[in-house]
């Protein structure tokens, strides 16, 4: 899935902590 593979690589660490792939999507669209 691109969407995780970008996510585990690129995710904004300050805006994830204890978010799920789900959570950041739904904040990032």
């Not at 899935?1 to 990032?28: C, H, S, V």
Request: no cysteine.
């Amino acid at each position: 899935d691109n969407f995780i593979a970008w996510y585990n690589f690129d995710r904004p660490q300050l805006k994830l902590k204890g978010m799920t792939p789900i959570e950041y999507r739904q904040t990032y669209l």
